[in-house]
């Protein structure tokens, strides 16, 4: 049994036949999914399908490249937005520096408060990083001086040193497709080590399709791939993985295992 802790099943690729690509990812053995908002006009339909599947969850955020979309958003507005049970994590958010799609202050700002409402009402905070590694970490570690929040660092690819402060910090790591890719040393190094009470596994679908599934749109069936390699990086069985990474999601996302 596994989970596909993080896709986009309202985007183009997945959405158009979403209800067969829910079918092929149960088939797959993915039992669980966590259906990702990345900007305020997708929550309605990302909390719809986690209403209308058992085995689909919600979580409501902005991503950083929709902040300067959204800097009227504000703290009343999201915490409603995490009322409804179907709604089990905030995000994804965070800072990306690669496309700066936002300007940086205005990710910042919508990151701090993202994090101050899962301060609140302790769901855990879906966190987008690139290339804003430091900036990442000083914020984290601002906040948390401020009270502790659950959270944890979505599609890992940053540095080694990078997984070391967040762990030590209290986050969780989830490793996506990128971990098969040939050129993905630095990743796999990485992936070899994270604990085990603090891995997830993803497909951040339908982007990042991991091999043998390149050049195709992902599914969350495919974290069954990913899965797998990732096991024998670490020496695991998959069933062994599986359990874990099922295990390690729902301690997390404490509200989908109530």
Known sequence: MLVDSHCHLEYKGLVEEQAAVL???????????LNISTKRSEWGQVVGTAEREPDVYASVGIHPHHADDH??????????ATDNPRVIGIGETGLDYY?????????????????????EVQLPVIIHTR????DTLAILEDE?????????????????????????????????GIVTFKNARDLQAVAKTVPGDRLL??????????????GKPCEPGFVRDTAA????LRGESLDHLAETTTRNFHALFAKAAA
């Open 144 to 176: 948390l001086g401020k009270g502790g929040f659950p959270a944890l660092i979505h599609c890992f690819t940053a540095s080694a040193q990078f997984g070391e402060k967040v762990l030590a910090l209290g986050l969780s790591i989830s490793i996506s």
């Open 99 to 119: 496309y700066e799609h936002s300007d940086r202050a205005a990710q910042q700002r919508l990151f701090r408060l993202h994090i101050a409402v899962a301060r």
């Open 131 to 134: 290339d804003a590694e430091d």
């Open 71 to 80: 800097q009227d958003l504000t703290h009343a507005e999201l915490r409603e």
């Open 23 to 33: 079918d092929r990812a149960r088939a797959a053995g993915v039992k669980t999914f």
């Open 201 to 214: 596994v993803e497909t951040d679908s339908p982007f990042l399709a991991p091999v043998p599934h390149r």
């Open 229 to 232: 390699f990732l096991a024998e």
